[in-house]
């Protein structure tokens, strides 16, 4: 009698890889092995003629497990220098994919630092030699000498007890500008990681960049208690080099704390105790491209399944964490929340001034008791901020005999004028041309400018400043920073040192110079135009013009010191409610109005939103993409007990409808319940699929759950 001789692969794996869209592919796929593979390993396997990165979700005998309609091919090899990625992260990835309603491998591969999609096994193999040698001699090194961090206030001790005193559970620190939030994240990370040798901390922050006195402070504190390197930082702007030891000393525990902005909230880190997500309701915690994903909301749903607290922080939290942390009637609300309601310095807020731009002559860029105020602060050699959240010269040019105007040839949008290249540039597509002498219409020499920017702010205030000298007989000195002074290597750093060195009297920003700094000598700030953000559409608009006021406020008086601090804002409404409620410092009593006419208009938190999109050769064509998906969903959903809560909307173009001439549109889908949206989203989904090969002037298509500009 013969026995069958076993099979060479009987291993079958179910692998993740990012496979193009056109594909249709959103589950793992099927390839087979010599031997076990354990979930989590990176492989490289064959995808049609390519050779390509996976990530193993499954791994069964193939004689017990059920084979696909295509023909497997087996995995080219295995990764095995890398330890497997654990269930935690792979979980975490699954909910992502779906909650998100992208392709499982295509998060999955986006999540692994790029350097990683090209290695083979050998070159792996090299690198984490490499690496595991560099972090020992990083391991030798002395770390920095410890100083000794302040004593905490009863406030922030009440904060850090009720912490301690719960296993896992969402708290949002709701603490004012420079209340000492950051001193609760570092002792709730301290108390976290001694209780367990291995344990780890993730601490996510809006813009790395912006504050890199943030890393610095935790280096300082932690380096010393931890060992040197036992602080990551990570975020987009390493090398791919750099990308990848972070990210590897994560992922093998060497790493204690991981510092990171949004795309480290998907970094592996196996011991995970607590997370901190600083300035909570700051927008670029939204991935916009690609797979759309919020960082705070995957980092409040890790904390859950990982059952570890996570700490929301914010002066101006985000209404739906104000929402979620409010008691209900019936009891506590589902996030805890604690309150730093003092400066930890002891020193006031800035008390806020409200000008009425109605009352000056028209064309008035600097209000006379403005310009007086900032001129007695470089007196007094304290510094001032100037905030005025558009950059260049003017927003456009305009003639006013023909009517042109520097519109993008490429968008739906003005070119704004850059005096100091002298170049008309789009702000979306980055189409740059040098300025015309005169009308290209008509010849008129005498070319109008629209709404004015950060360059000619810049050049103004040091005109009107020309005479002021600094306590030093110095002359005054203005700085601008913004998107287009910082461009280059090191400027940004640069330039945030001379602020806070002393050497510039005025700094001139957008709303780069607003977040998160702690400028030690800024007595006075300044919302030079901040109007034309309260005629925007958006409905989050309100909320997010004042929580950028209020954390401008909050770069003032850091310090203490004799005179007052102060916020200037040049409104023609100066009695908005938002503006009275900035001169109260009152975010509570804005977030409860807010929520009120929120929950009215059935708006979230109150209600869920979800936006199909898709961009096209023709606005038309987008729409028809649109329209055909949403009915064919409602269709297929009707007679189930999602249909009756959903809402779908008429697709419009986007407030911006045409970029680098491509038209784009969107279409609202709503529900009151989650599971309803899911349950809508996937059947949008499976139609999106199914009916792109048929509207062939659409270029790409895509789902934004729980979207920021609606
Ligand atoms: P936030 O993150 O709320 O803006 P920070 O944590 O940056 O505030 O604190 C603001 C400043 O106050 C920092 O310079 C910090 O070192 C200091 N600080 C924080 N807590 C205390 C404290 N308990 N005693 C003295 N100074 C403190
Ligand atoms: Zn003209
Ligand atoms: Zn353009």
Redesign the pocket.
Known sequence: MSVAAPPALPWRLGVAVSAPAHSGITAPLSYLAASAVPPGSLVRVPLGKRDVPGIVWACAPADASPAPEYAERPVREVLAALPPLDAHWRALIAFTARYYHSALGEVALAALPPALRTLDAAKLDGSMKRLEKRAQKLGSTAPPAPEAP????AE?SAALEAIAQQQAGVFLLF?V???????VYMRAVQRALEADAKAQALVLVPEINLTPQLAERFTRRFEPLLGTGSVAVLHSGLTPAQRLAAWARAHTSAARIVLGTRVAVLTPMPHLALIAVDEEHDASYKQQEGARYSARDLAIWRAHHARVPIIL?S?TPSLESWHASTPAPDGPGRYQRLQ?PQR??GSALPAVRRVDMRRVPRGTVIAPPLLEAIRACVRAGQQALLLLNRRGWAAALHCNDCGWSSECPHCSAWRAFHKSDRTLRCHHCGLAQPVPRACPECGNPDIGTGTLGTEQLEERIAAALAEVQRPDGEAARVLRIDADSTRGVGQLDAHLAAVHSGDVDVLVGTQMIAKGH?FRRVALVAAINPDAALLSSDFRAPERLLALLMQAA?RAG?AESETPAQMWVQTTMPQHPLFAALARHDWAGFAAQQLDERRAAALPPYTHLALLRADAKTQEAAHAFLTAAARAAGEALQGSPAAAHITWSPPVPLPVQRVANVERAQLLVESRARPALAAALAAAETQLRALRPQHRAVIRWAIDVDPLGV
């Open positions: 302040p004593q905490p206030s922030q603490g500008t420079g209340s000492g939030k950051t001193e922080g002066a730093l930890a310095s702690d909050g850091r």
